[in-house]
């Protein structure tokens, strides 16, 4: 009888062992995950800040241009024809034809058009990169408690706390799957937005 006791005792420990090292395996995963997240949306949040940052130097540039060209034009008002009005024309159609390469110039990607699609496409990326990050930190988090119960049953030979601890392992492994594939399912957690200059009304010209 006591022989019996052993057998079933070591045969249970021996599958909760298993289950132990199945949750570890899948919270490596994890961990790993939410680290590569992290650090894409920290990357993805340095990175839109500078294309922001080009966007706003482009968008004083082009503001200060079309000034001065306006400020010639009105300077040039009942001057007669001559070289010097010729002149002026020839630099107010220069800064003018600068300022419209400033707002947008498809050839280099370096107007501001063209970097507002750039910057608001890295704020997408970071946006899930965020987003997965806080759905994997829920998966590893429901993870730990599980190996921290199914641990719990080997010692004290409380069975249930194995299937709650194993409970736990499948909802971290369906939240690491949801951080994989659909970041955005959990309530959008993690969503926060860092909001370009264009949304904080930092832009101090039109285009």
Known sequence: ???????????????????????????????????????????????????????????????????????????????????KRDEINKTIAEWRA?????????????????????????????????????SYDLASSALQLGILLASAAVVTSVLWLAYIGAGLGVLGAIFGMLALWAPFAVGGYGRERVEGPMRRGLVVGGG
Do not use: C, H
């Open 98 to 134: 600068t300022a419209d390469r400033y707002d947008s110039e498809p050839e280099t990607g370096e107007g501001r058009k063209e970097l507002t699609a750039r910057a608001k496409t890295i704020e997408a990326a970071r946006d899930e990169a965020a987003a997965a990050n806080g």
């Open 1 to 83: 009888m006591a022989e019996a006791l052993e057998l079933e005792f070591n045969e249970r420990n021996k599958r909760i062992g298993i289950l132990i090292a199945v949750l570890a395996g899948v919270l490596a995963f994890t961990e790993a995950g939410g680290q590569n997240a992290s650090s894409d949306a920290l990357r993805g949040t340095i990175e839109a800040s500078n294309t922001w940052a080009f966007f706003q130097a482009k968008t004083i540039r082009m503001t200060t241009l079309r000034t001065q060209a306006r400020d010639l034009e009105l300077s040039g008002i009942g001057m007669g024809p001559g070289a």
